[in-house]
């Protein structure tokens, strides 16, 4: 089972290795031809391609590049040093942790209020879908400008920016949670005389977990979106998404896709955090995974 699924996973990867280096040549072919005219060099495919591959300042720069960026940004400096891409990741993911946590409290909340109080149902459920019709970029501005304002700065306005995405999957993923239990089972409580509180903790609230965690998994990647658009807007220093504006104005092509490799793997080791407390959850519950 595992060798099945490894050989399809292997296929795709080699094969966006070999379109990523075409793309690469194709890109960074002019530089490098105009390089080797400028220093007299006749130029062969190979030679060509090596020219390519290696410009310090490519435009699109190879896989072999970034990792080797990768590693000397992360191991080559001390965790604490602005160089580090170990201290730019932790500030990013400090922000969204913090706006995943109020995320999910507030679209947990509202999913408890969506399914228990009709009005709240037919009133706010069509206003929470329309809030994420609205542009992340367009509104990170004005967050940041607003709350900078209030006096209110630092990991604050990028933990609201954060909560602004993740609140949404938790609460629509956490209503239909609430609302999965079988209608014989709420019949039964109700025969049984149970009120709203023990129907909620003894029904609804366990059958919504296996649909929480599912939402959680998506609140928390999108929480580093959040957190990086918001560190853009706000001129800061540190943080991946001030490493990606940093790499864009000095036209450090390497910086910025080391920062955007840094955020999805960020992303990835967090979506499995949630994943094992998921298992933990639900070993402990002594459900099926």
Same mark, same amino acid.
């Given at each position: 089972m595992t060798r099945g699924r490894a050989l399809p996973v292997a296929a795709v990867g080699a094969a966006l %290795? +070999? %379109?990523w280096y075409g793309a690469a040549l194709l890109l960074n072919g002019p530089q490098a031809t105009e390089q080797l005219a400028r220093a007299g060099v006749a130029w062969t495919p190979w030679r060509l391609a090596g020219e390519a591959f290696g #410009? *310090?300042?490519p435009i699109l720069p190879t896989p072999d590049k970034i990792l080797l960026d990768l590693v000397r940004t992360t191991f080559g400096y001390p965790p604490t040093d602005p160089r580090s891409l170990v201290y730019h990741a932790s500030v990013t993911a400090g922000s969204a942790l913090a706006g995943f946590v109020l995320g999910s409290v507030v679209g947990a909340v509202l999913a408890v209020g969506i399914v228990h109080v009709r009005t709240l149902d037919s009133s706010l459920m069509p206003w929470v879908i329309g809030s994420q019709t609205v542009p992340i970029l367009a509104i990170a501005p004005m967050v940041v400008v607003i709350l900078g304002n209030l006096g209110l700065t630092g990991v604050l306005p990028k933990a609201a920016i954060s909560a602004y995405l993740s609140f949404f999957p938790v609460t629509i993923g956490m *209503?239909?949670? #609430?609302?999965?239990?079988?209608? #014989?089972? #709420?019949d039964l409580m109700r025969t049984y005389s149970a009120g709203p509180l023990a129907v909620f903790l003894k029904l609804r609230l366990p059958g919504s977990v296996p649909y929480l965690f599912a939402a959680l998994k998506v609140g928390v990647a999108v929480s580093? +979106?959040?957190a990086i658009v918001a560190e853009l807007p706000t001129g800061g220093t540190a943080g991946l998404g001030a490493r990606l504006l940093s790499g864009s104005y000095y036209g450090q092509t390497l910086q910025i896709w080391s920062a955007l490799v840094a955020a999805a793997a960020l992303s990835l080791l967090l979506v499995y955090a949630v994943g094992g407390v998921e298992r933990l959850v639900l070993d402990r519950m002594g459900r099926p995974r």
């Open positions: %290795l +070999v %379109l #410009l *310090t300042r *209503t239909k949670g #609430l609302r999965s239990p079988d209608p #014989l089972a #709420l580093m +979106v959040g």
